[in-house]
Nanobody
Framework: QLQLVESGGGLVQPGGSLRLSCAASGFTLGYYAIGWFRQAPGKEREGVSCISSRGGATNYADSVKGRFTVSRDNAKNTVYLQMNSLKPEDTAVYYC????????????????????WGKGTLVTVSS
């Protein structure tokens, strides 16, 4: 069974850091592009950061550039999102999602491009 399981969310003060993980099972994650998305209450789901299967191509939302870093460890079948300098507006449920049809060197990052989703992990940035 295909599974994507996010972990690492929690409560953090503004300016703090969190590292999210997305562990894949039932398939080889390294063959596919994958992305991180988030959804805050009352807002649409948006792409945060996505990474291609090969070549290390990445996309970042303007709101997180310079603060977040996406990476992958194909040997561990895991993708990470390092989040630094967190702001209250980063508060959301964060999801990882799989793009099964993109080019190997392309990192698409729209919700409609994604085929499989994890259940999410909550990140709350508050003092």
């Amino acid at each position: 069974q295909l599974q994507l399981v996010e972990s690492g969310g929690g409560l953090v003060q503004p300016g703090g850091s969190l590292r999210l993980s997305c562990a894949a099972s039932g398939f080889t994650l390294g063959y596919y592009a994958i992305g991180w998305f988030r959804q805050a209450p009352g807002k649409e789901r948006e792409g945060v950061s996505c990474i291609s299967s090969r070549g290390g191509a990445t996309n970042y939302a303007d709101s997180v550039k310079g603060r977040f870093t996406v990476s992958r460890d194909n040997a561990k079948n895991t993708v990470y999102l390092q989040m630094n300098s967190l702001k209250p507006e980063d508060t959301a449920v964060y999801y990882c999602a799989l793009d099964t049809s993109s080019d190997l060197y392309t990192a698409r990052c729209k919700p409609g491009d994604m085929d499989y989703w994890g259940k999410g992990t909550l990140v709350t940035v508050s003092s």
